[in-house]
């Protein structure tokens, strides 16, 4: 591993004077303007002159009224639009050197050294060639009498920062690129639509997705919507695919289901690298099936709409980043891209992630199909991988006896402790399929604890989980609950029940009861037996992970109400919108929305705050509307002070604002938990449940006697799955209690918190931002363990 950098202390007008410019090359995609704000916001807060280039790579060529200066305004009410409000544009001439030397001239023109290139792996492979070739150029100029001789040895480096802007997500070296999480939230949209047509009339539809060459989009839309069949170009499939495909609609369809959705992915092809077209297909089911099948082509809607909240976060991050790489920049460092690590934003080598990039074609073209997967890094296998688990056909009948009950397996029960969230169905789901292809019973405990104890115990089959990935709530029932203490009669039940396993999902009373039962195990020997919890809850205040099951989905319903109420002022006078959030007294929601939807401000309980900063809030506000801004959004956490609450801050910004601005008021409430889950959250959900069920197995084969009695008595049999950095790692429940603070119910460390100063930034509040980031190699970021 890289060592990391110490913390990087950039104070306000540290760069002053620098020429920076941001443009957007290829494709559009959603996010990209946020990315363009915090490129602008930050740039302005260092002291730099921020220029914008319109058109692309065309707009550097032309010059003139293509490049303009961008002020504080230019980037207000951006974050929510799709698409590039600098517009973007394929590029002939910038190929050739005469191109690249009418831009070169153009960028000197306006002192511009620093670029920000947001596209793809050609965009920013141009960016390179330009970089290579500067001092070539500027010898050119000079000889050709365009620029002086001050100006070619003021101006005498060209730096680079690129960002990916892709739906694809077919560039090797980040977690995700920008635009493709809002390009799954349109394809899970259309099939989720699709869905209840095709069950009124017992359809088979074939989806055509984008993706060009890389079946990302492919692979996770068909694992978050329950798709019986994907064609993706990295893992083509087998040479019989016809009867497979037919076998496995026909036994779905025998088993009762009405619907069959079948995901194709605009390049998938056969092991001999033959297309695989959605046509073709459609003739292989209704020549051998004679189902009535349809085809629909989403095309460009998957690049349209407003971005996620996850695509807004990724923008301003990135954005920031690759401004702060930039000041950063001397004349031997070499191009970077800014990619996502987990939940960091890192700098990679530009050009060794291309050629990475493009080792997966060659990969491809070579039949290599597992290297191809390889490189495509962890989170693309992991994907497929998990996919093909779920869909596999369904195990042997003579593995089950005549009731259902697994004759050679384990009896692992699931059940919810806490409040509902979106994901829940789909990690019930996966646990309860992954469990019976293995042999094992599964039970169902309804309503938590109190279903637990009433004896409310179900076993769950194949097909009474199906169609719940895309389903809210909690299908099993969830209550608040605690053991406490009941802990004896919770006892009786598992062991009545013959309990070997037991999964909780649920939020922080999930790990508040695990712990209740696992510190009773020297008393009640039902509990010696393998727990393990599930974070899910949208307040995201369980420790041992980043992210919890279902704040996703929470934080897209918050970014979307937010958007909708700051259009409902859309004409009217200048307002300021007051928004209370959930999230307890963690300000996760708070925060991350506020990242997401351009807040003002966003108070929480973590950052303590004053009737001064309240005023000091003000007077910014007050600023801005006199500089042109029309509307103004303040979040506050439900929790985050107990006296300076949402009506005093409301009542606050309505007598300060008179005569400049007015001011309204939203308790969003429970909307927030509502909804239909996102693809990250049906992912997340679906993964994890399947890594909980090879853990549980597992222990259980590790702690089981030779008379088959289990015992867990040590502190890694009762274990919290959560995702940290970019892994998913079971801790054991009794390490994570040093880690809370019970009194308030959050983690001690938060890592959210080092967006905070971000936040404040791109809200031209007066900050030290603070960055945590690494340096890394492609080999560091692709082929880390997990």
């Known amino acids: 591993m890289p060592e990391q950098k110490g913390n990087k202390f950039i104070e306000r007008g540290a760069h002053k004077g620098k020429g920076i410019a941001v443009f957007t090359s290829g494709g559009d995609s959603q996010g990209m303007n946020a990315a363009v704000r915090a490129v602008v916001r930050m740039g302005i ?165 984008m993706g060009r060459h890389c079946g990302y989009l492919s692979v996770v839309s068909a694992l978050t919507s329950e798709a019986d069949f994907v064609f993706c170009p990295e893992s083509p499939p087998p040479e019989d695919w016809e009867k497979r495909l037919c076998e496995k609609l026909e036994q779905e369809r025998t088993a009762g289901q009405r619907l069959n959705i079948i995901i194709v992915a605009e390049g998938a092809i056969d092991r001999n690298g033959k297309p695989i077209t959605a046509e073709q297909v459609k003739k292989v089911v209704v020549d051998n099936l004679q189902q009535d099948t349809r085809i629909t082509v989403l095309g460009h809607v998957q690049r349209g709409g407003s971005p996620s909240a996850f695509d807004r976060i990724l923008g301003c991050r990135m954005g920031a980043e690759a401004v702060m790489a930039l000041m950063e920049a001397t004349e031997t460092t070499e191009p970077c891209v800014i990619s996502l690590d987990g939940n960091q934003a890192v700098r990679l080598p530009l050009m060794e992630c291309v050629e990475r990039t493009q080792a997966v074609a060659k990969a491809m073209a070579d039949k290599n199909w597992d290297y191809a997967v390889e490189l495509r890094g962890k989170s693309f296998k992991r994907n497929l991988e998990t996919y093909k688990l779920l869909t596999r056909l369904k195990p042997p009948k003579e593995s089950f006896d005549d009731k259902g009950k697994g004759k050679e397996g384990f009896t692992l029960a699931v059940m919810h402790i806490g409040a509902p969230a979106c994901g829940m169905n789909a990690a019930v789901r996966s646990f309860v399929r992954n469990a019976i292809y293995r042999g094992d019973t599964v039970l169902g405990i309804h309503d938590g604890v109190e279903g637990l104890i009433a004896g409310n115990i179900k076993p769950m089959g194949w097909s009474d989980v199906t169609g719940w990935v895309g389903a809210g709530g909690a299908y099993i029932g969830t209550k608040r609950t605690l053991p406490g203490n009941r802990l004896e009669q919770v006892a009786q039940k598992m062991a009545e029940f013959g309990i070997q396993g037991l999964l909780i999902i649920g939020g922080f009373e999930a790990y508040q009861g695990a712990l209740q039962m696992i510190e009773a195990r020297a008393k009640y020997a039902a509990f ?137 008021m939203n308790v969003l409430g429970h909307m927030q938990q509502g909804g239909s889950p996102t693809p990250f959250d049906r992912n997340m959900g679906t993964k994890m449940a399947a890594k909980c069920v090879d853990w549980m197995v597992t222990t259980l084969k590790e702690n089981t006697g030779k008379d088959g009695k289990v015992s867990c008595t040590k502190d890694d049999t009762a274990v919290l799955l959560g995702i940290i950095r970019r892994q998913y790692k079971f801790t054991p429940l009794t390490e994570l209690k040093e880690q809370t603070n019970f009194e308030h119910r959050i983690p001690k460390e938060q890592w959210w918190l080092k967006l905070r100063p971000l936040l404040r930034i791109l809200a031209k509040h007066d900050s030290t931002y603070e960055e945590e980031g690494m340096y890394m190699t492609v080999e560091d970021r692709v082929f880390e363990d997990e």
């Not at 205040?541 to 319903?557: I, K, Q, W, Y």
């Not at 401000?601 to 509307?625: G, N, R």
């Open 45 to 209: 807060y260092l002291g730099c002159k921020v220029y914008f280039i319109k058109e692309g790579y065309q707009g550097m060529v032309d010059g003139g009224a293509n490049i303009v200066e961008a002020n504080w305004a230019s980037v207000s009410s951006i974050i929510h639009l799709g698409g590039t409000v600098i517009g973007s544009a394929r590029c002939k001439e910038f190929r050739e050197r005469d191109g690249r030397l009418k831009a070169a001239k153009n960028l000197i023109g306006r002192g511009i050294t620093n670029l920000v290139v947001i596209g793809g792996d050609g965009s920013l492979t141009g960016a390179n060639l330009f970089r290579q070739e500067w001092s070539s150029l500027l010898d050119e100029l000079l000889k050709n009498g365009d620029i002086t001789k001050e100006q070619r040895s003021k101006y005498k480096i060209l730096n680079i920062a690129g960002l990916v802007g892709s739906i694809d997500n077919d560039f090797c070296g980040t977690d995700m690129t920008i635009g493709t999480d809002s390009a799954l939230h349109r394809i899970i949209e259309a099939t989720d639509a699709i869905v209840s047509t095709a069950y009124s009339h017992q359809r088979t539809f074939i989806m055509e997705v």
């Open 528 to 664: 010696q037996v393998p727990i393990v919890v599930i974070p899910s809850t949208i307040s995201n205040n369980v420790p041992g992970t980043e992210f919890s099951l279902g704040c996703d989905t929470a934080l897209n319903e918050i970014t979307e109400i937010c958007d909708r109420i700051r259009q409902s002022a859309q004409g009217t006078k200048r307002r300021v919108f007051i928004i209370e959030t959930m999230g307890g007294y963690c300000g996760y929601l708070a925060t991350l929305a506020g990242l997401a939807g351009g807040s003002d401000a966003a108070y929480i309980f973590e950052e303590k705050f004053s009737i001064k900063d309240l005023q000091q809030d003000v007077y910014h506000m007050a600023t801005k509307m006199s500089e042109g801004v029309q509307r103004g959004l303040i979040l506050r956490n439900e929790k985050a002070c107990e006296n300076y609450n949402t009506e005093f801050i409301y009542r606050l910004y309505s007598e300060e604002g008179k005569g400049l601005f007015s001011a309204r």
